[in-house]
């Protein structure tokens, strides 16, 4: 029987003993550096703390934490912020006016259609407040100079050196009279190309039309070849609204024609308007008679406060509105006699 009370006595001893505490690694925030740390601590270690790389302390001197008996560490007074890096002044504007970003921040770059990028496509901020690389310069695609058509010839936008342009510059095809380019421009594109030369071919554009209460002003009604042009008028008190002169056009077309809009009579029969910068009796504007575009103003009643005031209207060809709020007075009708003489 005596192996068995050996065996009872070692369980109670083991029973009695009471485990140490100890302290795991201590919880921090984000930037303190915990890479150094071990897992587990004894009660009464001290650990001093420090900011990881790229972040600065809140403190002068760095804090010290201590493992206590409850296996819980002393508070930790310290906060790590990080380094902020500079954002290059031309490009605040595309980081929405932010001036500065924080350690780690990486800044993306691109080009626009049309240009390639010189340097790094990103950069990243440091632990020491700088950039991994400076902002990359974007530089415009060059282009082959262009090919002139086979009966004619390039007008650059811009004079051009050497054997090359660069992106979106342009330049006009002109063929030799009286042909026409199939079409007249030109430019240098994104991807480095230059626009093929157009067709030199005949064109002729049909005689010019007619317009509505205008005329065509000193010109033989023929057909027209490329670029001639025309050149219009309207009718006395009508208003041209457009290009006076259109032009035959390399697609055997002329150009858009303009308009002749219709003056306005100003329908009222009594009462005072507001015309070229003059306050006047409608009687008393002969002949009643507004241009198309320009503006008469009509007195209207306000009879809470008793007093008139101007409400403006526009002459939109031969349409002059008259404002709701003006009151149309009726003529008495012995003025009416007085206007249009004895009645037998």
Known sequence: ????LLLLSLAAVFTTVAPAKVCGRPRVSDGVDVSSMKRVFEIGE?????????????TATPPRITCTATGEWTPANLACSPRMCQIPRPLQPFAKGRTEAPFKSVLNFSCDDGYVMVGANESRCL??????????LCKGVNCPLPKPPREGRIVHDKAVTGTSTIYGQGWTYECNPPKAPSYERGSCMADGSATEPPVCRDVSCSIPPRIANGVITFAVMRQRGYKEKVKYSCLEHYTLEGEAEIQCQNTGNWSSLPVCRAPCEV?????RIFYNGRKIWIEDLTPNRVLHGEHVAFYCKNKAEKCGYPVASTCNDGNLPIPDCYERESMPAGQAL????PVD
């Open 1 to 4: 029987m005596a192996p068995a």
């Open 127 to 136: 632990h020491d407040g700088t950039w991994s690389h400076p902002p990359p």
């Open 338 to 341: 007085l206007k249009t003489g």
């Open 267 to 271: 329908g009222i029969k009594r009462g």
């Open 46 to 58: 001290d650990v001093t703390l420090s900011c990881e790389q790229g972040y600065l302390p809140s």
